[in-house]
């Protein structure tokens, strides 16, 4: 009597049925199957029409010009750099170049500079002559200088040397600048 007994209805007999889901994962496959055909071709239609080799060949072009404008820009920034580090440079040469200029206007033609040296508002300057007058003129026109506070604050005599064997006089002075 159990045999007769049945508790699984109809439908779902045939939708657990064997040739059900064999037919069903069939059509499945055959389905997968056309799709992919559809968008190989698909895809081979596309990469043959022009477009892709077209966006590919824009891409590179735009990466190249990328890479060529970047280094412009780096060229450009090391040179921006360089010039804003030049600049304090280029401004103090103008004082040296001044100073230089107006040193060398009151030298006369028997002294001999030994040393010249400039450092952070110093100018230490040595002069050597076998004329006590041509030094005496110099001493006279760096203290007018000082005086009139044309470029020099205070002028400092370090060293002075007579020579008497070789008829030589030394001077060394310490030049504080404005």
Known sequence: MSNQINLISRKREKLFN???LLRFTEFLARTLLLL?????IGLFILNKSGRLPVLQQQDHSITTNLSLVQQ??????LIKNRLEEINPLMQ???KIETLA???????PSTIAVDSFSLTKGTLSLAVSSSS??????FLDFMLDKVKNKELFKKITITRFINDAQNGKY???LQITLL
């Open 18 to 20: 064997r040739d059900f």
């Open 36 to 40: 992919i055909i559809v968008f190989s």
């Open 72 to 77: 412009k820009i780096i060229k450009f920034l």
């Open 92 to 94: 103090n040469r103008s």
């Open 101 to 107: 200029v107006t040193v060398s206007q009151g030298i």
């Open 132 to 137: 006590l007058p041509s030094i005496d003129a």
């Open 170 to 172: 030394s001077l060394a």
